[in-house]
């Protein structure tokens, strides 16, 4: 058996993560959105909002906008996108983007202070800097947006979309964090998933971040990709290393090409095996951990200092569409198509298609095309999986506190299934405690699938748990 520790963060047993690694939910929901019925549309959405109101004492609110344009398609892409050169299919889009800010601007009016925004794709900056701008000021037409120096306003971005004067435009119009695609640095890798993005370029855009004062730069990489190896991603890693980011995103390929079309340009034999695979991660962790990067879960890392590392240690980390958050307490508004809300005990999900999400809007209605309002069983369980993602344990007695149940009688077969994970050595239980061990944290999916209501054993529709 491989068995290394990290300091304080995370133990990697190669043998317990191969026999234990399994299909499973990523958790940015509970219940994830594969669960959404079409029973729940644009009404159930405005009775969501209206209760809101009823309840009283609005919490400030988070925003997404999904711009799903992109120039090139990248082979190993799983996102809702639409790769085109035409670019008067986004100033159409913009249109009816700005259209749905409107109405729910309009929705929330007098409860619609924003605390955090964020810009996701496809690639938000296939946008024109004119065109950011006015979408921008829109936006603070519609809502209040809390001072730059308390909101988090971030952006994710293609570095070989941008210029270094671009990114100076992106700060000036208000976003204060900045997420760079990388994947990977190797030339070989970048070739085989359509990717050719030169470490220069990217660094450039870095320098360029710091330079206007953006308050968090973050990169994302991907290991299991095709042609990939240990000794290509140490070159990676040292290289994002020495680039100093705030935050660092480590993402397990998912290899699905029967879902998702542009995978079936990668060819078989490209792919990393399982062993491969797993010596990349257990490299990704040995190395952030070394170079001084705080392990904050799932496939997250961030400097002891940053807003992530921080919120962890006092307990208002938060887990959602978007990955880890700071903003806890927010409601989360969507907008874009196929873009998902979170609003009360409710999630929605706008149309998954132009067409869809058009029709709707010329039609003066919301385009929420499905979602679910939860149940006092939804609302328990999700607040258990979103203590297990963010914190690593559970107090018993806080739940019994919250929720008018007995923990051991409610929960009786989901802890005797806990009890075979401790003899693995990934909890441990007490009467009030559940704690996931540092060699549970790597497969922390795997915990929370415990207490999923909804997830049948053996299913396949979700990526590996690692």
């Not at 925003?63 to 809702?80: E, G, K, R, S």
């Not at 964020?118 to 936006?139: C, K, N, V, W």
């Not at 060819?267 to 170079?291: F, H, V, W, Y």
């Not at 009467?431 to 497969?443: A, F, T, Y």
Request: proline share 5%; with cysteine; charged share 25%.
């Amino acid at each position: 058996m491989l068995l290394k520790e990290f300091p304080a963060t995370v133990e990697f047993d190669a043998a317990l993560l191969a026999r234990l690694g399994t299909s499973g939910p990523r958790y940015t929901s509970y219940p994830t959105a594969d669960r959404f019925g079409d029973a729940f549309g644009y009404p159930e959405f405005l009775r969501a909002v209206a209760d809101l109101r009823t309840r009283g004492g609005a919490k400030p609110l988070s925003l997404y906008l999904h711009i799903p344009f992109c120039d090139t398609v990248c082979y190993y892409c799983a996102c809702n996108k639409i790769v085109t050169r035409k670019r008067d299919k986004a100033a159409t889009y913009l249109a009816y983007l700005k259209r749905e800010i409107a109405m729910q601007g309009h929705l929330f009016a007098g409860i619609n202070e924003v605390e955090q925004l964020h810009f996701g794709g496809g690639t938000p900056t296939y946008l024109s800097d004119a065109q950011m701008g006015e979408l921008m000021d829109h936006l603070r037409h519609c809502f209040r947006f809390a001072p730059d120096a308390v909101g988090e306003y971030s952006i994710e971005v293609d570095p070989r979309t941008v210029s270094p004067a671009r990114v100076h435009a992106l700060r000036a119009q208000g976003f204060n964090r900045i997420s760079l695609g990388v994947q990977d640095f190797d030339a070989g890798v970048q070739q085989a998933v359509n990717r050719i993005q030169p470490e220069q370029e990217t660094r450039a855009i870095i320098g360029a971040a710091r330079a206007a004062g953006f308050r968090s730069v973050s990169i994302d990489l991907i290991y299991g990709l095709p042609r990939q190896t240990p000794g290509t991603m140490r070159a990676t890693l040292d290289k994002v290393i020495a680039a100093d980011p705030d935050r660092i995103a480590v993402y397990h390929y998912a290899h699905m090409p029967h879902l998702f079309k542009p995978q079936r340009r990668i060819l078989d034999g490209d792919m990393p095996d399982s062993d491969t695979k797993l010596l990349m991660l257990q490299l990704c962790i040995e190395r952030l951990t070394e170079a001084g990067y705080v392990y904050i879960g799932m496939d997250h890392f961030a400097k002891p200092g940053d807003d992530l590392a921080v919120a962890q240690r006092q307990g208002r980390l938060h887990r959602n569409f978007q990955g880890y958050s700071t903003h806890a307490d927010s409601d989360l508004v969507a907008c874009g198509v196929s873009a998902i809300s979170a609003v009360g005990a409710t999630y929605s999900q706008n149309a998954k298609t132009l067409d869809a999400y058009y029709d709707a809007l010329d039609r003066n209605e919301l385009p929420v095309a499905r979602g679910a309002r939860l149940s006092m069983d939804d609302v328990l369980r999700r607040s258990l999986i979103q203590r297990l993602m963010c914190q690593f344990e559970l107090s018993i007695p806080a739940i019994e506190q919250a929720f008018p149940i007995v923990f051991a009688d409610y929960f009786a077969r989901e802890l005797e299934e806990l009890a075979g994970l401790e003899r693995d050595g990934l909890v441990s239980l007490s009467p009030e405690w559940i704690s996931v061990s540092m060699k549970g944290r790597l497969l922390i999916r795997n915990v929370c699938m415990v207490f999923d209501r909804y997830l049948a054993r053996g299913e396949r529709r979700h990526s590996r748990t690692v």
